[in-house]
Nanobody
Framework: VQLQASGGGLVQAGGSLRLSCAASGTIFSIAVMGWYRQAPGKERELVASITSGGNTNYADSVKGRFTISRDNVEKTVYLQMNSLKPEDTALYYC?????????WGQGTLVTVSS
């Protein structure tokens, strides 16, 4: 399984970004896909996840601002991030889970300036 994340960048507070993660080498439609992030000096945390059936889960800190979605034909998962805050600054990782097997993308950096 290979995951290629993209879409990170520098944005001002209140702005928006859309992250994408393209998967290959997997039966994408049955995987649980997720976005995690890791800020400097902090542990990696779950931001959002989406099941094969489209059920979503969000960290409390991003509810109402971020939206995770998936395209099973394109084998891509997205994270639409609105109303970004400086505390959203982190390296964002795409995660692919099939049962107990987890695969990680290379991370894409999101920097939110105040």
């Amino acid at each position: 399984v290979q995951l290629q994340a993209s879409g990170g960048g520098l944005v001002q507070a209140g702005g928006s970004l859309r992250l994408s993660c393209a998967a290959s080498g997997t039966i994408f439609s049955i995987a649980v896909m997720g976005w995690y992030r890791q800020a400097p000096g902090k542990e990696r945390e779950l931001v959002a996840s989406i099941t094969s059936g489209g059920n979503t889960n969000y960290a409390d800190s991003v509810k109402g601002r971020f939206t995770i979605s998936r395209d099973n034909v394109e084998k891509t998962v997205y994270l639409q991030m609105n109303s970004l805050k400086p505390e959203d600054t982190a390296l964002y990782y795409c995660n692919h889970a099939l049962g107990s097997l987890h695969y990680w993308g290379q991370g894409t950096l999101v920097t939110v300036s105040s």
